[in-house]
């Protein structure tokens, strides 16, 4: 079993940038695909990104390719999100995520969440 505790979020300007973290209890950190979701108010939870149990495959939604880079530490038992040339539409609560199996983009697919940070973006 895997516990998620995401930080980093906040309110920045258009074209600012944030980093999420995400820490992971459980000595089973490394076998997971972790994954970042956002959800805007009003919206279905959508996928953002995820990064293969070695870390050596990463995927992200077409939204945020070039701007966004996931990463993951497994010493640290720990992944990050660095989001770069933030939009307003990037606006929501963003959850880290552990999957053992399945598709990498399917909320589905994932069995441990966190509780989410916000990231607010401002025109």
């Known amino acids: 079993q895997v516990q998620l505790v995401e930080s980093g979020g906040g309110l920045v300007q258009a074209g600012g940038s944030l980093r999420l973290s995400c820490a992971a209890s459980?000595?089973?950190?490394?076998?997971?695909?972790m994954g970042w979701f956002r959800q805007a108010p009003g919206k279905e939870r959508e996928f953002v990104a995820a990064?293969?149990?070695?870390?050596?495959?990463?995927y992200y939604a077409d939204s945020v390719k070039g701007r966004f880079t996931i990463t993951r530490d497994n010493a640290k038992n720990t992944v990050t999100l660095q989001m770069n040339i933030l939009k307003p539409e990037d606006t929501g609560l963003y959850y880290c995520?552990?999957?053992?199996?399945?598709?990498?983009?399917?909320?589905?697919?994932?069995?441990?969440w966190g509780q989410g940070t916000q990231v607010t973006v401002s025109s």
């Open positions: 995520a552990a999957a053992e199996q399945g598709g990498v983009r399917r909320r589905e697919s994932y069995s441990y």
């Open positions: 990064t293969s149990s070695g870390g050596g495959i990463k």
């Open positions: 459980g000595r089973t950190f490394s076998v997971y695909t």
